[in-house]
């Protein structure tokens, strides 16, 4: 079994967090450390490390997401234009290994992917 994650303890409660949400299978918190004017992480509860890990198990959990991503970006106002971000492995970012999505908003993004 591998370490808890910084996301796991704040799920559990053992680190406080501003929740701007939460259900039964996700929560979603600022980022510590904004990279956005609007920067949030929407984080499963179920520890997933990476994208890459999860299954066919989880399908319906991965589509909850996508779709309180959009919630989520409606309820802030900022559903005109967002970037929904998946670090996937520490080369491509990821330093937290439980599953998140980055919802970005608020500055002028350049167009194409990054
Ligand atoms: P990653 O680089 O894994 O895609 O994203 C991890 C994100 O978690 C980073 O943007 C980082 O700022 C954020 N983060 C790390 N520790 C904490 C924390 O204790 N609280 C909150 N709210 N965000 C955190």
């Known amino acids: 079994m591998s370490e808890e994650t910084i996301f796991t303890k704040i799920i559990n409660g053992e680190i406080s967090s501003e929740k701007l949400y939460e259900d039964d299978q996700c929560i979603c918190i600022r ?8 920067h949030i992480l929407l984080i499963p509860r179920k520890p997933i490390p990476r994208l ?5 198990e989880d399908k319906a959990l991965l589509g909850h997401l996508m779709l309180k991503a959009g919630d989520i970006a409606k309820e802030l106002g900022v559903d005109d234009a967002f970037r929904l971000i998946i670090n996937n492995g520490a080369n491509a970012g990821q330093t937290v290994f439980h599953l998140h999505l980055h919802i970005l908003a608020g500055k002028a993004f350049s167009e194409g992917m990054v």
């Open 31 to 38: 980022d510590i450390s904004p990279q956005a004017p609007t």
């Open 52 to 56: 890459a890990d999860a299954s066919e």
